[in-house]
T-cell receptor, first 113, second 115 residues
């Protein structure tokens, strides 16, 4: 089955700086890669996703890149703000199979004012 | 739309007790999922359902049971609560992917402690 590794487990950045979180996956058949943000006491919320036919996707201050050859994908947050502080999870899935997501173990991002 | 609604939000159980965690979605989603999240860990899949009347085991199904009698509801049953089941439980739902994957939508969780 799929295995997703996520690094780092914790990340602190100054407000206004950029943050990068990296994930690697094991199953070359995986073709959908969502990123979730989890705030304290809440469920995970989808913030951006990317499909395997695309190398990069942007949504305002958030971007995700995918390298299928190396089997890794990354989340980039620019101009970080205090409200970006949360736990971020990456995930991978082969959507024409049983559609079960495999999650990374999460990154706790802290934005220092 | 309320999205995915989980009840209760918090619960304390004694060892050996049973309870049902409720999950309902109003988005007419085909797929529903139950996860558990332990401190510092990602989400582990317990059970999932691809439609009413169809359920299947995930990665960590032992000690749990599910049913899916309607499209909207997907309850999770703990029959004999054990301390190892202390966790935060999340329910999620999604549309079946049709040519492109669809994202999962999560509820806000049930925090369960077994003492």
């Amino acid at each position: 089955g799929e295995n997703v590794e996520q690094h780092p487990s914790t990340l602190s950045v100054q407000e206004g700086d950029s943050a990068v979180i990296k994930c690697t996956y094991s199953d070359s058949a995986s073709n959908y890669f969502p990123w979730y943000k989890q705030e304290l006491g809440k469920g995970p919320q989808l913030i951006i996703d990317i499909r395997s036919n695309v190398g990069e996707k942007k949504d305002q201050r958030i971007a995700v890149t995918l390298n299928k050859t190396a089997k890794h994908f990354s989340l980039h947050i620019t101009e970080t703000q205090p409200e970006d502080s949360a736990v971020y999870f990456c995930a991978a899935i082969y959507n024409f199979g049983n559609e079960k997501l495999t999650f990374g173990t999460g990154t706790r991002l802290t934005i220092i004012p | 739309n309320a999205g995915v609604t989980q009840t209760p939000k918090f619960r304390i159980l004694k060892i050996g007790q049973s309870m049902t965690l409720q999950c309902a979605q109003d988005m007419n989603h085909n797929y529903m999922y139950w996860y558990r999240q332990d401190p510092g860990m990602g989400l582990k899949l317990i059970y999932y359902s691809v439609g009413a009347g169809i359920t299947d085991k995930g990665e960590v199904p032992n000690g749990y049971n599910v049913s899916r009698s309607t499209t909207e509801d997907f309850p999770l049953r703990l029959e004999l609560a054990a301390p190892s089941q202390t966790s935060v439980y999340f329910c999620a739902s999604k549309l079946r992917g049709q040519g492109a994957a669809q994202p999962q939508h999560f509820g806000d969780g049930t925090r369960l402690s077994i003492l």
